[in-house]
T-cell receptor
C-alpha cells in the first residue's frame, strides 16, 4: 500500500530557529506539492514540483521559505528563520501528473504539525 | 482562474440521516473534480473523483457525487451517515489550464451525532 511519508510528524521550535520538513512521495509519482493548513486560512498551496523541477512557488513567502527536491524520493520544505505565524500543519502530496490531459490525483501525507513558540 | 465554493461551513445531523454537501466551481473549461475527507487529526484522503464519463461517481465509504456541468456543481451525497463520518470534507478542482494545481474549497465540517 503505497503512501506519502512525512517527517517529522510533530515539531516544536523557538522563533528564529531553522525548520526542515521532509517528504517522500509515492514511488513513480512525478509531481509533489506542499500545502499549509491553518484554521484561519484553510488549505494553501505553497509550492509544487514536476519531475523535480519547481513549477510554482508563488504561494510561499520567499524571504524565509524554500522548497527543493534533491532527488526523486525526497522533497524538503525549509523555514529559516521560523516565526510564530508559521505554526500550522504542513502537508505534502504527490501525484502522477499528466499535464496534457490535466488528469492527476493527489495523495496526501500525514502532515507535519509545526509549532513555533 | 478556477475557484471552488462550499456553501455550508458546518453541518450537524444524526446517524442514519442523509447528507448532501454542496460544491460549486467557477471555470469555463474542462475540469477534474475531487472530494477529500479529513478525519479529526488526520490527513486528507481521497473519497472520489470525476474526470469524464458517467457524471454520477461512486466513491469509498458509501459516498457518491454528481457532476452537473450546467450548474457548475459537484455535490457530495451519502444516503445514511454514521458517527464515523464526522470529519471535514473538501471539494477540489483542477484543470488542464492550471496544470495539476488543485484548488480547494473552504471545507465543510460535518458532525454526526450518535
Amino acid at each position: 500500500d503505497a503512501r506519502v511519508t512525512q517527517t517529522p510528524r510533530h515539531k516544536v521550535t523557538e522563533m528564529g530557529q531553522e525548520v526542515t520538513m521532509r517528504c517522500q512521495p509515492i514511488l513513480g509519482h512525478n509531481t509533489v506539492f506542499w500545502y499549509r493548513q491553518t484554521m484561519m486560512q484553510g488549505l494553501e498551496l505553497l509550492a509544487y514540483f514536476r519531475n523535480r523541477a519547481p513549477l510554482d512557488d508563488s504561494g510561499m513567502p520567499k524571504d524565509r521559505f524554500s522548497a527543493e527536491m534533491p532527488d526523486a524520493t525526497l522533497a524538503t520544505l525549509k523555514i529559516q528563520p521560523s516565526e510564530p505565524r508559521d505554526s500550522a500543519v504542513y502537508f505534502c502530496a504527490s501525484g502522477s501528473g499528466d499535464r496534457a490531459s490535466g488528469t492527476d490525483t493527489q495523495y496526501f501525507g500525514p502532515g507535519t504539525r509545526l509549532t513555533v513558540l | 482562474a478556477q475557484s471552488v465554493s462550499q456553501h455550508n461551513h458546518h453541518v450537524i445531523l444524526s446517524e442514519a440521516a442523509s447528507l448532501e454537501l454542496g460544491c460549486n466551481y467557477s471555470y469555463g473549461g474542462t475540469v477534474n473534480l475531487f472530494w477529500y475527507v479529513q478525519y479529526p487529526g488526520q490527513h486528507l484522503q481521497l473519497l472520489l473523483k470525476y474526470f469524464s464519463g458517467d457524471p454520477l461517481v461512486k466513491g469509498i465509504k458509501g459516498f457518491e457525487a454528481e457532476f452537473i456541468k450546467s450548474k457548475f456543481s459537484f455535490n457530495l451525497r451519502k444516503p445514511s451517515v454514521q458517527w464515523s463520518d464526522t470529519a471535514e470534507y473538501f471539494c477540489a478542482v483542477n484543470s488542464k489550464a492550471a496544470g495539476n494545481k488543485l484548488t480547494f474549497g473552504g471545507g465543510t465540517r460535518v458532525l454526526v451525532k450518535p
